[in-house]
C-alpha cells in the first residue's frame, strides 16, 4: 500500500529555532494531510494540502508539497517545548481512508 | 460539536482472552469509520474502515474483527487475543461527503496482552 515516509525519525532543537520534517510518498495523491500527536494521545489534524497547492500556512505551521517528487515538508518556526510531540504524513488510501507514515518524533528542549 | 468516544481508555487482558473495544461518534451523522493499531514507538496501522452500517473493510488479514451495528458505532473485537496485539487502539471518524477525509480521532486504548 502506499505510504508516507517521514524523514528524520527523531528531530531535538531548542526552543526559538525551526524545525522541519520531510514525508515521502509513493503514488500520485490529490492531497496530504499532516497530523499531530502528543504522547498518549489520538491524533489532531494540522494542516491539509491540495495537489493544486504548492504552500500553505497555518499559524507558526507551513507545508510544502512537491508532486514532481511526491514529498512534501511541514515546518514549525520559533518552536516551543508544548510542539514536542510526534508528527505524521497522511496520503489517500482506498478513495476514503488515509495511510499513515511512521511519524517524526521532535523534542523541544526550553 | 462531534465528538468521539473509546472505552476503556486502558486494558489489560491475558492470552486467548475475547477482546471488544467500542467507539461512538455524536453531533454528525452518517460518518466514515477507523480502527487503526500503533504499537510502541511506532506508525498508525489501519486495521477497519467502514462507511455504512454492516459495511466494513479490513486491511489487515488477522484475528481481530470489526462491527458497525449502529451508525456512530465501532467495534473491535477478537475471539482469542495473541501478544502481538498489544497496542495503543486509535477509532476516528471523517465526514463522508467531502471527497477529501480529514479524520478526527478519538483518545485510543492501551491494550496489554499479558
Known amino acids: 500500500s502506499q505510504q508516507g515516509e517521514e524523514d528524520p525519525q527523531a528531530l531535538s532543537i531548542q526552543e526559538g529555532e525551526n524545525a522541519t520534517m520531510n514525508c515521502s510518498y509513493k503514488t500520485s495523491i490529490n492531497n496530504l494531510q499532516w497530523y499531530r500527536q502528543n504522547s498518549g494521545r489520538g491524533l489532531v489534524h494540522l494542516i491539509l494540502i491540495r495537489s493544486n497547492e504548492r504552500e500553505k500556512h497555518s499559524g507558526r505551521l507551513r507545508v510544502t508539497l512537491d508532486t514532481s517528487k511526491k514529498s512534501s515538508s511541514l515546518l514549525i518556526t520559533a518552536s516551543r517545548a508544548a510542539d514536542t510531540a510526534s508528527y505524521f504524513c497522511a496520503t489517500p488510501w482506498a478513495s476514503t481512508a488515509l495511510i499513515f507514515g511512521k511519524g517524526t518524533t521532535l523534542s523541544v528542549s526550553s | 460539536s462531534q465528538t468521539i468516544h473509546q472505552w476503556p481508555a486502558t486494558l489489560v487482558q491475558p492470552v486467548g482472552s475475547p477482546l471488544s473495544l467500542e467507539c461512538t461518534v455524536e453531533?454528525?451523522?452518517?460518518?466514515?469509520l477507523y480502527w487503526y493499531r500503533q504499537a510502541a514507538g511506532r506508525g498508525l496501522q489501519l486495521l477497519f474502515y467502514s462507511v455504512g452500517i454492516g459495511q466494513i473493510s479490513s486491511e489487515v488479514p488477522q484475528n481481530l474483527s470489526a462491527s458497525r451495528p449502529q451508525d456512530r458505532q465501532f467495534i473491535l473485537s477478537s475471539k482469542k487475543l495473541l501478544l502481538s496485539d498489544s497496542g495503543f487502539y486509535l477509532c476516528?471518524?471523517?465526514?463522508?461527503?467531502?471527497?477529501?477525509?480529514?479524520?478526527?480521532f478519538g483518545p485510543g486504548t492501551r491494550l496489554t496482552v499479558t
Open positions: 476516528a471518524w471523517s465526514e463522508r461527503t467531502s471527497g477529501i477525509y480529514e479524520q478526527y
Open positions: 453531533g454528525t451523522s452518517n460518518p466514515n
